[in-house]
């Protein structure tokens, strides 16, 4: 166990599929945010991002939050639009 728990909601703004996250117990300065397996975004290590997908209609996206540039990683959270 990593020790990083996260936790995702996926909601719709101006109809485009949004994903907020959240975690906590990251312990790098930043964070890789991964998304269906790649990492989508380095940022910050303040426990919230918010993922605008820039899509609309049904999706599933599979998250995951790893201290930057290594393999320690959370839980993965799968949100379905």
């Not at 109809?15 to 959240?22: E, F, P």
């Not at 380095?42 to 540039?69: I, L």
Request: proline share 2%; hydrophobic share 25%; glycine share 12%.
């Amino acid at each position: 166990m990593s020790g990083i728990a996260l936790s995702a909601r996926g909601y719709k703004l101006q109809g485009r599929n949004t994903v907020d996250l959240s975690w906590s117990g990251a312990t790098s300065t930043n964070v890789d945010i991964h998304r269906n397996g790649p990492v989508i975004v380095t940022t910050a290590n303040n426990g919230f991002y918010t993922d605008s997908t820039g899509t609309r209609g049904p999706a599933t996206y599979t998250y995951q939050v790893c201290n930057e540039g290594t393999q320690t990683c959370s839980n993965q959270v799968t949100v379905t639009f």
